[in-house]
Structures are given as C-alpha cells and as structure tokens.
C-alpha cells in the first residue's frame, strides 16, 4: 500500500520528477545545471548537507542499498542545489552514500535553488515520512525551524503531518539531559519514555530514571507509573522547596514565545505563592553578549 504524504508535505516543495524512475546510464555529453530536470551529476561534485536532520545512518542499510544499486542503477533521482561550483544534497543522501559505495561515478539528480530554510524542510519532511529519524534528530531539526528560521509550531506541524503539541513535545525533547538525549539517539528509550520523563522536577531525576528505563527494558506506561510515584515523594531528586517545571498549556506557550523572541532555550518554573524562575541558557560568550544586548534593549 502506498504510503499517504503527511501535511503539504514534500508535494509543495519538490517538483513531480524526482518521483520518476530513470535510466541507468549516465548522460554523455557535459551537463550544465539545468533547473527541474533530471540528469546525470558527478558524485565527485555532490557534497552533503551539514544542516542535515538526520545525523546517524546504519551503515549495513547503505550497504544492501548498494548492492541493489550494483544490480538495477539508482532508480529515483537525488535532489541538490547548486553550492559554490559544487551540488549539495537536499533529498536522497542515503541513495547518494550508497551510491559511493557501489563505486558509481554519476548519479541521477534534480538541480533546484533552494534557501536554507527550505532545503531543512524538505529533508525533515523526507525523513519523518519515511520513519528514519531518531527522536533526537527530529527534535533537533524542529528546533532549528523554530529558532533559527522562526517557524511557530502550528506551521511546523502541518508540514511533517503532526499536531502542534506534538510538535511542542517533541522540542522539549532539547531539555533534557545529554545522557538521556543519548539514550534516546541509541533508541535504548523511546519518545513515549522521555515524554513521561518530562514530567519530573529535576535534571537527576529524569536521568536516574531514564538510566532504569533502558537497563530494565521498562515499558512507557511502567515509567510513568514510576514516574507518578517519584512526583508524590519530596524527597526524591529535589529538596521540598525545589521549583516545580510547569507544563501547563499557558506556561508552555509562554516558553514557546520566549525561545522565539531570545532566539535559545527557556525554561519556565513555579513555585507556591505565584513566584518562579526563568532560566536562559547560552552557549558561548558571543551568544551571552546578543542576549544582554538584546534584553537591555527591552528596557
């Protein structure tokens, strides 16, 4: 059964040739970079996408790819854009690595001008319909739309086919600890066990319990009801005056607006009494000095 395209998905954005199966042989004569059409392309000159979705590949999948490549030919074109005298890939770097591998010197592309902001989109969309990223990397990529080109979430949604809540959980996928964001991209936990681990009020926490998860092979709904239980003892993972995270929808709205206006990650929390704390993170001096520069200029 053919698979139904999420959202606008990719019909939008890239044009009804890259569907089509085309010949085997390379074209003989010199190709210049004809816009929407499909041709033949050095792979000497196709360099991949450093903005890239996804960021592990399985390399025994590249491998029976290209021995299927060896046998029929690349049976469905790569999509590119022109990058400095080079192509780079916007769709299709599994069939272009496997392609490499099979030792071929061409391989069938379309050549199309692309903005950074579309080229992400076409490869998120490529990976999320056909399941191949990890949640990390999804998370990640929904990030950079939403931070970097400034795309709300409901928008983001309807262009992967998902719910702006889901859209909006998966993000917080970003919050947490790195050693659970491992997990997560060694698929030793799923996104159901770190949307239960959202839940909890500190980094250890969520970090101890992720650890339990994996080890013990828990399912998600024993995580949650592990995860109900830590909420309900005081002492577990946080003092009794600790901040609690707040996920309801407003304060998780009011966290979507400050990450898009700071242009980095914010976290929310409250506390009794209707005080709390906001926490602004940076990576870099440079970052640190835009935010100042930025926040001063509020004032």
Request: no cysteine; aromatic share 4%.
């Amino acid at each position: 059964m053919v698979r139904k395209a999420l959202g606008r998905g990719l019909a939008s954005l890239i044009p009804a040739a890259v569907k089509k199966e085309v010949s085997v042989a390379p074209e003989l004569r010199p190709v210049e970079p004809r816009q929407g059409e499909i041709q033949h392309v050095l792979l000497s000159k196709v360099v991949r996408n450093p903005a890239q979705p996804r960021t592990q590949f399985d390399p025994s999948t590249i491998a029976e790819l290209a021995a299927s490549i060896r046998e029929r030919g690349v049976l469905q074109p790569v999509l590119v854009r022109p990058s400095g005298g080079a192509f780079q890939i916007v769709a299709g770097e599994r069939r272009f690595l496997a392609a490499r591998e099979a030792g071929l010197e061409t391989i069938p592309a379309i050549v199309r001008q692309f903005t950074d902001r579309e080229a992400l989109l076409i490869a998120l969309i490529e990976n999320v319909q056909r399941e191949n990223l990890n949640p990390m990397d999804e998370a990640r990529a929904y990030y950079k739309l939403a931070m970097e080109y400034g795309l709300p979430h409901d928008e983001i949604g309807e262009r992967v086919g998902k719910d702006r809540s889901t859209v909006s959980n998966i993000l917080r996928f970003n919050n947490l600890p790195e050693e659970i964001q491992g997990l997560l991209e060694a698929g030793s936990i799923t996104s159901g066990h770190a949307r239960a681990l959202l839940a909890l009020p500190s980094d250890k926490a969520q970090a101890d319990l992720a650890k339990s998860a994996a080890a013990h092979g828990w399912s998600v709904r024993e995580l949650e009801e592990r995860v109900r239980r830590v909420g309900t003892t005081p002492s577990a993972g946080r003092s009794r005056k600790a901040p609690k995270r707040a996920f309801s929808s407003e304060l998780m709205g009011l966290e979507d607006d400050l990450m898009r206006a700071l242009g980095t990650r914010v976290r929310v929390t409250r506390r009794r009494g209707g005080t709390g704390s906001i926490f602004v993170d940076y990576h870099s001096e440079e970052e640190l000095d835009r935010l100042v520069t930025l926040l001063r200029s509020l004032g």
